[in-house]
């Protein structure tokens, strides 16, 4: 069974640029989670998609991030503008529904210099 | 809301000896507890979980960990470190199943041959 995929590995950007994260979660998992890990800190939830409707975005900056899961499959994560404090791994997890275990990618780290 | 603390950023052990990695959690609430472990540069695992059933849970690779609702603990254990139980763990808490999961901020464990 094919794991939770995340492009790019990396990235580094410059501030004010923009920058986009793609995640393709499990072939038939409902439930896809991104969460933003600063280095030194465990893992905070962002954003949690059921299909393609979001259930929680309440750590969501929104004035800056936004995602999407348009077909309820893969997802993107953006950031415009970025700031340096966006430094950190981006991680992106499926499940098969809300109650059941989550399964992580391997992340993006993001350096914004 | 949910709150975890690990007690110890680093801890080092020496191959063959007994791991402690230390995990309080705040809850009015009974909460699901899991235990997560990260290599260098890859996502998060699931190592166990504790979901009100038995307090003494058994994860992969030979760790466990047992629930103490008296103390608000959650620490996890292995009898004999191997080398290749160097990683980061992160304990983790929700009110329910896999949603709004509450991270702590990691243990680096160091394996000494």
């Known amino acids: 069974e094919a794991g939770v995929a995340q492009s790019p590995r990396y990235k580094i950007i410059e501030k004010r640029q923009s920058v986009a994260f793609w995640c393709n979660p499990i072939?038939?998992?409902?439930?896809l989670y991104w969460y933003q890990q600063i280095l030194g800190q465990g893992p905070k939830l962002l954003i949690q998609?059921?299909?393609?409707?979001?259930?929680?975005d309440s750590q969501l900056p929104k004035d800056r991030f936004s995602a999407e899961r348009l077909k309820g499959v893969d997802s993107t994560l953006k950031i415009q503008p970025a700031k340096l404090e966006d430094s950190a791994v981006y991680l992106c997890?499926?499940?098969?529904?809300?109650?059941?275990?989550?399964?992580f990618g391997q992340g993006t780290r993001l350096t914004v210099v | 809301a949910q709150s975890v603390t690990q007690l110890g950023s680093h801890v080092s052990v020496s191959e063959g000896a007994l791991v402690l990695l230390r995990c309080n959690y705040s809850s009015s609430v009974p909460p699901y507890l899991f235990w997560y472990v990260q290599y260098p540069n890859q996502g998060l695992q699931l190592l166990l979980k504790?979901?009100?059933?038995?307090?003494l849970v058994k994860g992969i690779n030979g760790f466990e960990a047992e629930f103490k609702k008296s103390e608000t603990s959650f620490h996890l254990t292995k009898p004999s470190a191997h080398m290749s139980d160097a990683a980061e763990y992160f304990c983790a808490a929700s009110s329910g199943g896999y949603q709004k999961v509450t991270f702590g901020i990691g243990t680096k464990l160091q394996v000494i041959p």
């Open positions: 504790y979901t009100s059933a038995a307090t």
């Open positions: 997890a499926s499940s098969q529904d809300r109650g059941t275990e989550a399964f």
């Open positions: 998609f059921q299909n393609n409707g979001v259930v929680d």
């Open positions: 072939s038939g998992h409902a439930t």
